[in-house]
Each structure stands twice: as structure tokens, then as C-alpha cells.
């Protein structure tokens, strides 16, 4: 299937690792030229040199936080003509109300929430004047499946499923699309190091981590590749008549009857 992303220009952010190098990586296969955002050089350089040995395509590196004002302006500025932005920096910790401290929550919402709603309102005007562009969040199924004991989470990943509709139903009135992606739980590096510093502390072993995810769908945790694929697919020409909309991919997991 021909997606018609060759040429194009994509920042995407949180892409030195997990599902935001994944996402990179499928846009570069379709020759989309790329600019990277994450908090640490090193690690962008090596998501940028492992890109260049199999696509022949552009990446430039941004190393800010995205939780600062800032480096939103900053990153904004140097990408103002992008022609997708894929917002996935940030992962909320955590613990239930009276475990997360006003200082916690806001700290993570500068990043993920605010971060992923600055950066938007930056790029978004200038995709308007073009009338034309993508803008894919991806944010997390926690938004749709409330979890009292990941309270921050839950609620700022509503948040933006909320964002992302409201958006997507205006957007298309100047030529931008608006998305969302709903991961489950994928097998980044973030995750699995809490799965198993888990396992090591209640079961003793380190390598009995899967144990500790309930009931998941296929017996496995998802790829980042699988994420990846849903971004640049909806990213592409061929999903030109969505916005507005967000796609869980979760292997069902948020509608299944046991937990």
C-alpha cells in the first residue's frame, strides 16, 4: 500500500526509545524525512544513527525538555513547517490520589499533558495558514479504562482524548487532521524495567515478570512496532477522511469482561 509519506517532514517526540523510536523508524521506511525530540543527545544519536543505516532519509536531533516552555518554543520554531507532528514524550507515574503530591502530578502533566497541548497550539497555527498537515497523539488506553491507582494518569490521558477530539471535529475546517492512538500495555524498555524490579520484589525473580500482567490478550505484552504502524498508517494519505478520532490497540484488552 502506497502511503504517500515519501518526501514528507515528521517531528516526533519522546523518539530516542520505545514507541516513539518505533514510529521514526516506520516513517523513515516510507521516506519520511524526520526530526526527533527527546530529553537526552545521546540517545537521539543513536535512534538517528540507527535510522540512517536503513533509510535514506533526513533526521535532525532536538535535545530539550518538552516539560519547559521553552524548549516548546524553541522546538516549535525550528519545526515550524513540519507536515506531521506525532506528540509522545512523557510517561505519568503511578499511585493513587493521596500518594500523588501536587508538585508530582504537575511535574508530569507539564510534560505529557501541557507538553503534548503547547506544542500543538504552536505547530497547529501553522499547519492552518498551510491548510494543510497531520497531528497524531499518542496517549494511552489508561484514558478510557480508569484506574484509581494510576489517578494522574487516568485523568490527564482523558484529557487529551478529550483535546484530540474537540480538535479533530475543528481542524478539518482548515485541511489538519487530528488523531489519537490508545497503546495497552507495549514492551518498552520504561516497562519492562518496572515489571520486573516488581517481580524481583514480590516473587523473588526478576525474570517472572510477565506473571505479573493479568490476563493479557495473545499471552503477551504489544510491540512498539504494532503502535508504530497505527501512527504512521493514520499519519499517511491513506487514512485522509479520520480525524478526530482515537484508535485503541490493545488486543481488545479494554473491552475484555476479565481483568
Given amino acids: 500500500m502506497e502511503l ?11 523518539a530516542s526509545r520505545g514507541m516513539g523510536l518505533a514510529v521514526a523508524q516506520g516513517l523513515a521506511r516510507e521516506g519520511c524525512n524526520l526530526h526527533l525530540a527527546a530529553r537526552t543527545a545521546a ?34 520554531k525550528r519545526c515550524a513547517d513540519i507536515d506531521i507532528l506525532v506528540n ?7 499511585g493513587r490520589l493521596l500518594r500523588m503530591d501536587a508538585a ?23 499547519m492552518r495558514e498551510r491548510r494543510r498537515g497531520v ?17 494522574a494518569g487516568t485523568t490527564g490521558n482523558a484529557a487529551l482524548m478529550a483535546f484530540t477530539r474537540a480538535l479533530g471535529g475543528e481542524s478539518v475546517d482548515f485541511g489538519v487532521r487530528v488523531v489519537g492512538v490508545n497503546p ?33 490478550p495473545l499471552g503477551r505484552l504489544g510491540r512498539p512496532e504494532e503502535i508504530g504502524d497505527v501512527v504512521v498508517f493514520l499519519a499517511s494519505a491513506r487514512a485522509s477522511y479520520v480525524s478526530g478520532t482515537i484508535v485503541t490497540v490493545d488486543a481488545g484488552r479494554a473491552v475484555r469482561n476479565a481483568d
Fill in 88 to 94: 509522545n514524550a512523557g510517561g505519568i507515574p503511578a
Fill in 184 to 216: 495497552g500495555q507495549i514492551d518498552t524498555d520504561r516497562v519492562r524495567r518496572g515489571l520486573e524490579a516488581q517481580a524481583e520484589k514480590t516473587l523473588g525473580d526478576r525474570k517472572r515478570w510477565l506473571e505479573l500482567v493479568k490476563n493479557p
Fill in 43 to 76: 540517545d537521539l544519536e543513536a535512534a538517528r544513527t540507527e535510522i540512517a543505516e536503513r533509510s535514506r532519509v533526513t533526521v535532525t536531533c532536538h535535545a530539550l525538555d518538552l516539560s519547559d516552555a521553552a524548549g516548546v518554543a524553541h522546538l516549535a
Fill in 104 to 126: 508530582r502530578w504537575r511535574k508530569a502533566w507539564d510534560l505529557k499533558v501541557f507538553g503534548y497541548i503547547d506544542l500543538t497550539r504552536e505547530i497547529y497555527a501553522k
Fill in 135 to 151: 497531528i497524531v497523539n499518542v496517549i494511552g488506553v489508561a484514558g478510557e479504562r480508569l484506574r484509581a491507582d494510576y489517578i
Fill in 4 to 14: 504517500e509519506l515519501g518526501g514528507l517532514t515528521a517531528l516526533v517526540t519522546g
